[in-house]
């Protein structure tokens, strides 16, 4: 499987960020049969449901000299989710970036776990391809840059998913894919991601099969439901008016929403690498917090901060998909999206059909919206005279360049063409 450079320094231990599947499944033992090394595996729990008993059990099987397994779900949704979604960070307006969210938290696990157990090396099951190549190795750089990383994918002789099933097979090495279905997913609480197989060269709508925590548009209850989120500050703290803890209320709206058949993206995005992929991904609770944070943005932030974080919000995605979580751009975005969300604080009721979300109600008792001046109706706060003088003044560089420039020439030159 290739070998490698005998010039680098002998590794004696490293860390693993292992999944129990394909990818770093084949990895703890090639690591120990081409660097002779220790291998110790740390498991991220991000809420992707797995049975981590079982994970265990089989990364020591296969070679791992001891496995750490990390709750990081509260942190996850806390330190990450949470600040993504205040942020309004959606990458090329479809992909809520739950990968990309993930890799930084689990990175920095991993690099918390090799400096304790004395690790002179971390290594991935990321593809030479993929964005998660760069994701990980953006964070270990900023965490611990002395740490000596490893990236199979880029130094063996595997090259596809089916190479690597037959590595696996050859090693005694139990995996989850086979040949028939080679879709690589990644789940977490925030969302499921489908690539590979069909998906690499069927353009159009992706096979049913390939969607899993989602129910069918059309196989949807075939009456409306409403679900009202509460917000401080920007943050989730309720569904329906309880209030309820980050983990729990990611569970409660991908319940509701995946039954609806809301969360359904098919995207061909622009890899940071600079290809093009196709994927499929399922972020139900995502979908309906993003489009309630929006709803609620839209009713307390004055027009000026509202339209100019929507230019922070593209930045801020492209800073997370990019793999910069841990840098010093995205922390000083992180404080002007904090002072914008001081009084993002209210109540959005949303309404769920087969697929489909819109807006039932929106609330907050920091509203700018003023009935006095947004009606029709003539108040005493809006006196429409001054519109004229607004017009005026708003209107004169028009004017002056119509008068000295000849306007109303060049309008008359424009029709007779």
Known sequence: MGSPLESLPKVKRVVLAYSGGLDTSVIIPWLRENYGCEVIAMVG?????????????????????????????????????????????????????????????????????????????VAHGCTGKGNDQVRFEMAYKALAPHLRVIAPWREWTIKSREDAIDYARAHNVPVPVTKKEPYSRDQNIWHLSHEGGPLETKLGEPPEDAWKVTCPPERAPGREAAVTIGFEAGIPISVDNRGIKPVALLEKLNAIAGENGVGRTDLVENRFVGMKSHGAYETPA?????????????????????????????????????????????????????????????EVTLGLYKGNVRVLDRRSPYSLYDTSIGGFTMGADYDQKDAEGFINILGLPVRIAAAKQGGAAGLRQRKKE
């Open 45 to 121: 729990d991000v809420g992707q449901g797995d049975d981590f008993k079982a994970v265990r059990k089989k990364a020591l099987a296969t070679g791992a000299s001891r496995v750490f397994v990390e709750d990081l779900r509260e942190e996850f949704i806390t330190g990450y989710l949470w600040k993504a979604l205040q942020a309004g960070a959606v990458y090329e307006g479809k992909y809520l970036l739950g990968t990309s969210l993930a890799r930084p938290v689990l990175a920095k696990a991993q690099v918390e776990v090799a400096l304790r157990v004395g690790a002179d090396a």
């Open 286 to 346: 995502g979908t309906l917090l993003h489009a309630a944070h929006h709803e609620l943005e839209a009713l307390c932030l004055d027009r000026e901060t509202f339209h100019y974080k929507q230019q922070v919000a593209l930045r801020y995605a492209e800073l997370v998909y990019y793999g910069h979580w841990f840098t010093p751009l995205r922390e000083a975005l992180d404080g002007f999206v904090q002072k914008t969300q001081r009084h993002v604080t209210g």
